[in-house]
């Protein structure tokens, strides 16, 4: 059983930053592509950003480029999303995923992600 927690969400006014953490158990995490998703109240979940399980390839929603970069540390089973300039739209519920193993495909389509974290709220201030 995998299991993935989420840290790092909270309150932060419009244009501050956050870092969000994702922590992975078990000992295959390397051989996997990651993602982290986000769902607003009323809205689908979304793809955020995404990334391969070398680290290589990394895929972001355009409403993120630029502003959030994703990356993963192997040794300790984490990947992380840091969050720049943050506007009002990006709050939401922030959720990691498990993707596709040994593979870049699919990292843009949530049909990949089987196991999916508790989730981390961001909220964000105009």
């Known amino acids: 059983q995998v299991q993935l927690v989420e840290s790092g969400g909270g309150l932060v006014q419009a244009g501050g930053s956050l870092r969000l953490s994702c922590a992975a158990s078990?000992?295959?995490?390397?051989?996997?592509?990651m993602g982290w998703f986000r769902q607003a109240p009323g809205k689908e979940r979304e793809l955020v950003a995404s990334?391969?399980?070398?680290?290589?390839?990394?895929k972001y929603a355009d409403s993120v480029k630029g502003r959030f970069t994703i990356s993963r540390d192997n040794a300790k089973n984490t990947v992380y999303l840091q969050m720049n300039s943050l506007k009002p739209e990006d709050a939401a519920v922030y959720y990691c995923?498990?993707?596709?193993?040994?593979?870049?495909?699919?990292?843009?389509?949530?049909?990949?992600?089987?196991?999916w974290g508790q989730g981390t709220q961001v909220t964000v201030s105009s």
């Open positions: 995923a498990r993707g596709l193993l040994l593979s870049s495909a699919g990292l843009g389509d949530i049909r990949s992600y089987d196991y």
């Open positions: 078990g000992r295959t995490f390397s051989r996997y592509a």
């Open positions: 990334i391969s399980w070398t680290g290589s390839t990394t």
